[in-house]
Nanobody
Framework: QVQLVESGGALVQPGGSLKLSCVVSGFTLDYYAITWFRQAPGKEREGVSCISSTFDTIFDADSVKGRFTGSRDNGKNTVYLQMNSLEPEDTAVYYC????????????????????WGQGVEVTVSS
């Protein structure tokens, strides 16, 4: 049974940092890409970062490039999203997801491609 469980969400001040974790089970993380999405209030879900099994990482260039860093520790079955220089616009529910592919798809940001999702974790950036 494929499961993904996010943690690490919090209330943080603008300019602060936060690290999200996504622990997976039911499959071997070594062989599969994991993608982070987020959904802000009143907005559609958007792709944030895809981390392939080969450790290549793709970011949403317009919104998080240079501020967010995806990583993974296959030994711990965990994928991370390090978020720095947080802005109020980063306030959202963050999800990790997988479609059990080896590499990130060309349209890795299209949430319709994904079959397995975590429950989401809230990140609020506010003073």
């Amino acid at each position: 049974q494929v499961q993904l469980v996010e943690s690490g969400g919090a209330l943080v001040q603008p300019g602060g940092s936060l690290k999200l974790s996504c622990v997976v089970s039911g499959f071997t993380l070594d062989y599969y890409a994991i993608t982070w999405f987020r959904q802000a209030p009143g907005k559609e879900r958007e792709g944030v970062s895809c981390i392939s099994s080969t450790f290549d990482t793709i970011f949403d260039a317009d919104s998080v490039k240079g501020r967010f860093t995806g990583s993974r520790d296959n030994g711990k079955n965990t994928v991370y999203l390090q978020m720095n220089s947080l802005e109020p616009e980063d306030t959202a529910v963050y999800y990790c997801a997988t479609d059990l592919t080896f590499l990130c798809r060309d349209k890795w940001y299209d949430d319709r491609e994904y079959d397995y999702w975590g429950q989401g974790v809230e990140v609020t950036v506010s003073s």
